[in-house]
């Protein structure tokens, strides 16, 4: 499609259970990114795929939270025991990395995690 | 590490003037920085990128410059409109796919 597609748009969760969050990237996108918003726009990277490989994994907390990006599936985002401060915006964003796209980067809508 | 400061929170003009956003970092200079635009309850959107030997790139309505020495990259809107009303981010990239590290924003309010 010509859209990241996020599922779900909104995700409730008591403390502990755990949260997976979708992405559908752009069919040719290559590279794949999370990003987490919290209060006053603050965007924090997650982690980077670039097809189904890790590109950049320096903003995953090391605890609780996992990403995937398996060949013919959206790619994933989970976290294990959801702590009131994983309340945030998560979006997807992919990139084409070709000479003429200007590393420019598509959002998607984005899945608010809300934790209870 | 590198960080990204747009000193305004909020700006608010009237329509038909020019707005003009402030984008500074600190450190290195970055191998490029971005513009994106972010509608509530919507995901940023880009807008324009400039690379660090570049001094200048325009967008129709939109203008961005880039100064090295001042650390500071400014986002100019000409002749603003109500539907220019949005939060406006500023991201700083160091290389090909790399991680984006964003500033806070800037709301933009263009009043009749």
């Known amino acids: 499609g010509e859209e990241v597609a996020q599922t779900p748009k909104h995700l409730v969760r008591g403390e502990g259970q755990k949260a997976k969050l979708y992405c559908a990237p752009i069919?040719?996108?290559?590279?794949v990114f999370w990003y987490q918003q919290v209060l006053k726009n603050e965007f924090k990277f997650l982690i980077s795929?670039?097809?189904?490989?890790?590109?950049?994994e320096t903003g995953m907390p090391k605890e609780r939270f996992s990403a995937k990006c398996l060949p013919n599936s959206p790619c994933s985002l989970e976290i294990q025991a959801t702590k009131l401060e994983d309340s945030a915006v998560y979006f997807c964003?992919?990139?084409?990395?070709?000479?003429?796209?200007?590393?420019?980067?598509?959002f998607g809508s984005g899945t608010q995690l809300s934790v209870l | 590490s590198q960080k990204i400061e747009q000193n305004s929170e909020a700006l608010n003009i009237q329509e038909g003037k020019t707005a003009t956003l402030t984008c500074n970092y600190t450190?290195?200079?970055?191998?490029?920085l971005q513009w994106y635009r972010q509608d509530p309850g919507r995901g940023p959107v880009f807008l324009l990128l400039?690379?660090?030997?570049?001094k200048e790139k325009r967008k129709e309505r939109l203008k961005v410059t880039f100064d090295t020495t001042l650390k500071q990259s400014l986002f100019h809107i000409t002749a603003s409109q109500p539907a220019d009303s949005a939060t406006y981010l500023c991201?700083?990239?160091?290389?090909?796919?790399?991680?984006?590290?964003f500033g806070t924003g800037t709301r933009l309010q263009v009043t009749l």
């Open positions: 795929f670039q097809n189904e490989n890790v590109f950049d």
């Open positions: 069919k040719g996108h290559s590279y």
């Open positions: 450190n290195y200079s970055p191998a490029y």
């Open positions: 964003a992919t990139l084409e990395r070709s000479p003429r796209t200007n590393e420019k980067l598509f």
């Open positions: 991201a700083h990239g160091s290389g090909t796919a790399s991680k984006l590290t």
């Open positions: 400039i690379r660090e030997n570049e």
